[in-house]
């Protein structure tokens, strides 16, 4: 979870700096992605301790 939240601040970083318009959403679209999951993942493991505790 902390290395997709990581490899998201790396892709909007790249999006940030690319000049190429394609290169720009390619890595806007990665770092949406890399965040959604990274926050799917947190919300699993919240309502897996729910569940267990």
Same mark, same amino acid.
């Given at each position: =979870? /902390? +290395?997709? $939240? +990581?490899?998201?601040a790396e892709?909007a =970083?790249? $999006?940030? %700096?690319?000049?190429?318009?394609k +290169? @720009? /959403? %390619?890595?806007? =679209? %990665?770092?949406? !992605?890399?965040?959604? %999951?990274?926050? /799917?993942? /947190? @919300?699993v493991?919240?309502?897996g =301790?729910? !569940?267990?505790g």
């Open positions: =979870m /902390e +290395k997709l $939240r +990581k490899d998201a892709c =970083m790249i $999006r940030d %700096l690319a000049t190429d318009p +290169k @720009r /959403e %390619l890595f806007a =679209m %990665l770092a949406g !992605h890399m965040t959604v %999951l990274a926050s /799917e993942i /947190e @919300r493991i919240a309502d =301790m729910k !569940h267990t």
